[in-house]
């Protein structure tokens, strides 16, 4: 059952773009793009509107979608979902507004809840989850800010005089802590400090 609102499905990959139109379409209104450009001059609105974006795309890559979308159509949602992805990238897209950083193979549970998220554009921060960071330890703490500031575990081992192993430790008790299911959770607390 499809509704008014539209899922703008951005993605260069057209066996993604279409499975992810055969996914969506169930609940939402769908349309695809094989580029940025394409998403651009389509003269979209941003009412009722959301974008799901790949990051990785030839001429412009999702993050300067999204940066073009946020200039030129404030207001529309974006969601950024990719397969390559890494602490720096999802940091900028967080930055930048994204609603959610998906990374592929993503569950379509995931998928759903953040396209829910997207339409009820929750621009409250969410207290009962920025809670939690006061449970971490001093320890704790200096490996989140090190983590989301985009430094693999070797490196934040390599600057707090630890073994990688205890990093890994200390990134697993944060995420439980925290609540986190994945490195988009761990920004957005980041980010609401």
Do not use: W
């Not at 773009?17 to 003269?43: C, H, M, N, P, Q």
């Amino acid at each position: 059952m499809t509704n008014d609102r539209t899922v703008c499905v951005i993605d260069d990959d057209v066996d993604v773009r279409e499975s992810l139109v055969l996914l969506i379409r169930r609940k939402y209104r769908t349309l695809a793009f094989d580029s940025a450009r394409a998403f651009l001059e389509s003269g979209i609105s941003a009412k009722e509107s959301c974008a799901l974006v790949d990051i990785r795309m030839p001429e412009m890559d999702g993050l300067r979608l999204q940066r073009e979308i946020k200039r030129t159509m404030p207001g529309l949602p974006v969601i950024i979902m990719t397969g390559h992805g890494d602490v720096p990238m999802a940091v900028q897209a967080m930055k930048d507004g994204a609603i959610e950083f998906l990374e592929k193979p993503f569950e379509k549970t995931a998928l759903m809840a953040a396209l829910e998220a997207a339409f009820s554009r929750s621009t409250t921060p969410d207290l009962a989850r920025q809670e939690p960071r006061k449970a971490l330890t001093e320890r704790e703490k200096e490996i989140f800010d090190l983590l989301v500031e985009g430094h693999q575990n070797k490196v934040v081992a390599h600057k707090l005089a630890i073994s990688t192993r205890t990093v890994e430790v200390h990134r697993r008790r944060i995420m439980e802590k925290l609540n986190a299911k994945n490195l988009a959770d761990l920004v957005r607390h980041a980010l609401s400090r």
